[in-house]
T-cell receptor, first 113, second 114 residues
Framework: GESVGLHLPTLSVQEGDNSIINCAYS??????FIWYKQESGKGPQFIID?????DKRQGQRVTVLLNKTVKHLSLQIAATQPGDSAVYFC????????????FGQGTILTVHP | EPEVTQTPSHQVTQMGQEVILRCVPI?????FYWYRQILGQKVEFLVS????????KSEIFDDQFSVERPDGSNFTLKIRSTKLEDSAMYFC????????????FGPGTRLTVT
């Protein structure tokens, strides 16, 4: 029979390029955001987070940008490596909740050597 | 580095059977969660648990689901009478702080209902 599922956005880059993964979040009341990386067969792995009182935060090789006006979040990966190949999810949370994370659709990143 | 562990890694069960998925959260964490991910889809929140009670649950978490922290280390998800549509990856997560706190996810249990 047919398989039904979401067709995730995909991004293919060459090793060494910079990658930008975008996410539109849904709830204007959300005030905490996380990017997770999920490799095949594994659980989501924390990459970087940002609170709503910031518009940019940098980590090691990664930068998250937050635009609350248009409810947009992006993850920039510098000098992308083959080990960065995975599905990337953004997740949002309202600080007054008990930590419930609402995940976005995900983007498949493929890095070619 | 401490990590969340889950057992079993794969569970196959027949429709109508009860299953218990087990998790050991990180030891000094106080907030615990179950999420599920149907193949090829996004991760969905099921339930959060704090101070030995459910603090929030989603529409998916109906009367067939229950959670328990039977001792100081384990956190379990029980599905009383499994349905085909319960087939998914189930992830446990924990954090020290609610809300703006990084949630650490376990490797997941793949549940297959036949």
């Amino acid at each position: 029979g047919e398989s039904v599922g979401l067709h995730l956005p995909t991004l293919s880059v060459q090793e060494g390029d910079n990658s930008i993964i975008n996410c539109a979040y849904s709830n204007s009341a959300s005030d905490y955001f996380i990017w997770y990386k999920q490799e095949s067969g594994k659980g989501p792995q924390f990459i970087i987070d940002i609170r709503s009182n910031m518009d940019k935060r940098q980590g090691q090789r990664v930068t998250v940008l937050l635009n609350k006006t248009v409810k947009h979040l992006s993850l920039q990966i510098a000098a992308t490596q083959p080990g960065d190949s995975a599905v990337y999810f953004c997740a949002e949370n309202i600080d007054t909740s008990y930590g419930k994370l609402t995940f976005g659709q995900g983007t498949i990143l493929t890095v070619h050597p | 580095e401490p990590e969340v562990t889950q057992t079993p890694s794969h569970q196959v069960t027949q429709m109508g059977q009860e299953v218990i998925l087990r998790c050991v959260p990180i030891s000094n964490h106080l907030y615990f969660y179950w999420y599920r991910q149907i193949l090829g889809q996004k991760v969905e929140f099921l339930v959060s648990f704090y101070n030995n009670e459910i603090s929030e649950k989603s529409e998916i978490f109906d009367d067939q689901f229950s959670v328990e922290r039977p001792d100081g280390s384990n956190f379990t998800l029980k599905i009383r009478s499994t349905k085909l549509e319960d087939s998914a990856m189930y992830f446990c997560a924990s954090t020290r702080r609610t809300g703006a706190g990084e949630q650490y996810f376990g490797p997941g249990t793949r549940l297959t209902v036949t």
